[in-house]
């Protein structure tokens, strides 16, 4: 019994492992990655070669993350700065009211459990994010932050 929902338009590198009770559509995945139970990953969401993706994290539509990326259990990334349920007309919104706004983590960073990263945010190369952060801004590359919100610590 299969208990994993991916659809046939994701593109998955060579060599990639999945875990169970996994949702992804319209998303690519690289090389040797590894997705782990209960994640989610939405379309035009891009994951690098050789990643490490922890169970029950969501991954929405207009992340991009590079190779040798880390992201710990429970991750969270969010792709609307101002989101609301409906228009103004008073319907439920649909994809023609809102913008996607991208984020950007950058080859070998790694993101701590429970993390929260908020859209428009760039994570440089190799940069760590503490378990629990509120990611609301950039994170220069070889930098330690954390905290809500997360804030430099100190260099790698």
């Known amino acids: 019994m299969n208990y994993n929902c991916i659809s046939d338009d994701v593109k998955l590198g060579n060599d990639v492992k999945l875990s169970k009770f996994i949702n992804l559509y319209g998303c690519t995945i690289g090389d040797n990655t590894k997705i782990g ?23 929405c539509e207009g992340v991009t993350i590079e190779d040798d990326v880390f992201i710990g259990h429970g991750v969270t990334f969010v792709n609307d700065s101002y989101p609301r349920a409906t228009a103004p007309g008073g319907n439920l919104q649909t994809e023609a009211d809102w913008t996607v706004e ?27 994010i503490g378990a629990g952060s509120v990611v609301t801004k950039n994170v220069p590359p070889d930098t330690i932050v954390a905290g809500n919100p997360a804030r430099v610590k100190r260099k790698v």
Do not use: M, R, Y
């Not at 991208?102 to 190799?126: D, F, Q, R």
């Open 37 to 59: 139970a209960f994640v989610e990953i939405q379309k035009k969401a891009a994951v690098g070669n050789n990643c490490k993706i922890s169970s029950h994290t969501f991954i």
């Open 102 to 128: 991208p984020t950007l983590i950058k080859k070998g960073a790694s993101i701590g459990s429970g993390a929260t990263i908020l859209a428009n945010v760039t994570i440089g190369e190799n940069a760590i």
